[in-house]
């Protein structure tokens, strides 16, 4: 059972839990992260909490000179003593989606109180995460060499909020029949919504730089929209119009959050284009709601370049048609955070936004959400005020004013349902559904508030308060169907004295489909394959049926000729499909016509259905067109094709195969595991002063597990 998890932490920011998609925790502590990792297959004499969870804990708040020199305090105009004389502990933490991290994984993005935006993920040994990246180098006037800053343009780099937006996925009929999916196809471009301390919007593309040796500059970051903000027609009641107070509160006006909705596709408006779409982005300027439509087109990048995405994207931001109908929600004072609500199958978007004392939700459909249709009967607006639940002592509904401290989705994994979970810093629990924003649906009661709310009992009896404690929220987050809070315990009726030693916060899981708390076992299992048996070799068949047309395609090298007979022997080894093995004659009769060489017996065996071929002479590998074949590094011996998993000399060394390439990993340290199906594959990065060609990058840079980067390539293959 996933029980709570207790941590000698205390955290200082509301947004101090993520959960990643690939089951990573991530918990802010002051200056420091803990990352949560499942460890399923601990022993029974592991402590409780260890037995779960492997803890790695590191800093996020000491940065070198060039990634964020010293700044001194500033004038009155510019001057922050939060940003510039902080310890820089955490405000907010936030993976990115899938794909964009090494090995298609997730990226941490840290905002801490210094207003630097920084990215991070695990380099070498399991526990040295380091930071790859600083985003705000990207406002600098010289983004490849960003130096001290000062004065206003201080608060032009510096970001006040931040939040990933959705992959905005190519469709894969424009990379063509024959090849991969492109990373932009299967894992989306990658962007960043951010707002800057001069509350100016901006647009981010962040995308991995493949090659490039310094962990530090290992991201690129494209600034795709840079938008200033006006005051918008904001008034302040309070203040009398051109003051010096009213002037002064203007100018100090700020973004305090942002989010960004669903990508909606729309017809292209060039001729070059192969993809648009259309998104809305919300943002809590001061204390009013505004709306931003963003318009992005895709194409196909003019200029050819090294380790350069294929896809090249261009947006604009302009306001949303929906803000004519802005007097709906203008007077509700708007504190955030934010959230969208939307699943594949329902009519409606909607925006939850969190103000005084409530929750305000935005329904639009989807005309109203691209701006296409704005008629008043598409948008629909809805308060929800927060009451105390009812106890011995209030037996009267009582308003809770406590803002709303966090907020998160929760979806199946067929995207069919949508839940909203909202928590306040005075341990208020809210679940609200997409389905159930009607004018007489209440809110309801999460199962993890429950047992919030049994932990909260049991401290209140452990130290004898009287029913006097409270539970201050510090995040919420989701995995599939769990739902994971961050919250700490507190007495309500005395000054509390707490020293580092004790300080004490919680992790509490629950499954809001069965009520309980979850079974971990389930929880970080993989997702079931379709016909399992033949999926490792149909997703064989389709690398080698790539490796064989691309390769007759590409420029004759050594590189490309070794890959090629390399997947031409596969295919005679583990080959079932006729059509593959003709494409195989074909590549052999090729090579042997490039590089001189006798290549008969590996024609002649394409006919049948599986074969083996033998070990090359000392003869053979001397002569011309001897670097087709693998040697054995150890004695020099001729290496068999008997198996697509294994290698073995004439001398009898074992090797591995590379589930990609095909080729023989023969040496320690250069290859990597999937960790769902747990073939090994050779370590791009690390191998790559030995195979850099175009054939290889383009293999290599499909997907995180070799097998899976060509799904639906077979026709008559499901998966």
Not at 65 to 73: C, F, L, Q, V
């Amino acid at each position: 059972m996933l029980r709570p998890v207790q941590l000698p932490i205390y955290p200082y920011g509301f947004d101090a839990l993520a959960w990643s998609p690939d089951g990573e925790l991530a918990v802010a502590a002051g200056e420091q992260i803990l990352i949560l990792t499942s460890n399923v297959g601990a022993s029974e004499s592991a402590p409780q909490g260890q037995k779960t969870w492997h803890i790695t804990r590191f800093r996020v708040n000491t940065f070198t000179y060039a990634e964020w020199p010293d700044i001194h305090p500033q004038n009155r105009d510019d001057f922050s003593i939060g940003a510039e004389q902080s310890t820089s502990t955490v405000l907010a933490i936030s993976w990115s989606p899938p794909g964009l991290a090494r090995f298609r994984r997730s990226v941490l993005a840290v905002l801490t109180s210094n207003l630097i935006l920084s990215l991070w993920e695990p380099i070498g040994p399991k526990e040295q995460w380091t930071r790859v990246g600083v985003v705000n180098h990207i406002f600098h006037q010289d983004p490849s060499a960003p130096t001290k800053v000062k004065g206003e343009e201080l608060r032009r780099v510096n970001i006040r909020s931040f939040q990933w937006c959705a992959p905005l996925k190519v469709p894969t009929h424009a990379n063509g029949s024959n090849a991969p999916p492109d990373p932009e196809s299967r894992w989306g471009i990658h962007m960043l919504a951010v707002a800057t301390d001069s509350s100016d919007l901006a647009l981010l593309r962040v995308r991995r730089s493949a090659g490039v040796p310094a962990p530090s500059r290992s991201y690129y970051v494209e600034k795709m929209i840079l938008h200033p903000l006006d005051q918008g027609g904001i008034q302040y009641p309070l203040a009398c119009s051109g003051s010096i107070l009213h002037g002064r509160i203007q100018s100090q006006v700020r973004v305090s959050s942002i989010s960004c909705g669903p990508w909606i596709m729309t017809p292209a408006s060039c001729k070059d284009d192969i993809h648009s779409a259309t998104a809305t982005l919300a943002a809590a300027h001061g204390t009013r709601l505004r709306l931003f439509k963003i318009s992005i087109a895709v194409r196909h990048r003019s200029e050819k370049e090294d380790f350069a995405p294929r896809y090249e994207a261009t947006a604009e931001l302009d306001g949303h048609p929906v803000t004519q109908f802005a007097s709906r929600w203008d007077h509700h004072r708007v504190t955030g955070p934010m959230r969208w609500l939307y699943t594949n199958q329902a009519q409606d978007i909607a925006l939850a936004v969190g103000i005084t004392g409530g929750l305000l939700t935005i329904s639009m459909q989807h005309s109203a959400y691209d701006g296409t249709g704005t008629r008043e009967t598409r948008v629909q607006t809805r308060d929800w005020p927060f009451y105390e639940p009812i106890t011995e002592m209030h037996d009267h509904p009582k308003r809770h004013w406590d803002p709303i401290t966090a907020m998160t989705i929760s979806r199946d994994e067929a995207n069919i349902t949508c839940t909203l979970h909202i928590c306040t810093a005075g341990g208020l629990g809210v679940a609200v559904s997409l389905d159930l924003l009607g004018p007489d649906d209440p809110p309801q009661v999460p199962a993890w508030s429950k047992i919030v709310d049994n932990l909260r009992e049991q401290y209140d009896l452990t130290h004898d308060l009287g029913g006097k404690a409270v539970a201050r929220m510090w995040g919420l987050t989701s995995y599939r169907d769990v739902t994971a809070v961050l919250f700490t315990k507190h007495p309500t009726d005395m000054i509390e004295y707490r020293i580092a030693s004790d300080e004490d916060t919680t992790i509490a899981f629950a499954s809001e489909d069965t009520g309980e708390i979850p079974d971990e076992q389930t929880l970080f299992a993989p997702p079931a394959e379709k016909k399992e048996s033949r999926a490792a070799q149909s997703r064989r068949e389709a690398v080698t049926s790539f490796l064989l047309s691309e390769g007759d395609k590409t420029t004759v090298n050594t590189e490309n000729q070794k890959l090629l007979y390399a997947a031409a022997c596969c295919s005679i080894v583990d080959g079932h499909n006729l059509p593959i093995r003709s494409q195989s004659q074909k590549s052999f009769e090729r090579l042997a016509m490039e590089t001189d060489t006798d290549l008969s017996e590996e024609i002649s065996k394409c006919g049948s259905e599986s074969s083996t071929i033998p070990a090359k002479s000392s003869n053979q590998l001397n002569q011309p067109g001897g670097q087709l074949f693998e040697q054995c590094e150890i004695c020099g011996a001729g290496i068999a094709w008997f198996s697509v998993k294994e290698a073995q000399c004439e001398n009898g060394h074992l090797f591995a195969r590379c589930g990609l390439t095909f080729l023989t990993i023969q040496e320690p340290g250069i290859s990597k595991y999937c960790s769902v199906c747990r073939t090994e594959y050779m370590d791009e990065e690390l191998v790559a002063h030995m195979y850099n060609g175009q054939l290889f990058q383009r293999l290599c840079g499909a997907d995180e597990c070799g097998l899976e980067r060509f799904d639906g390539m077979i026709p008559d293959t499901e998966f």
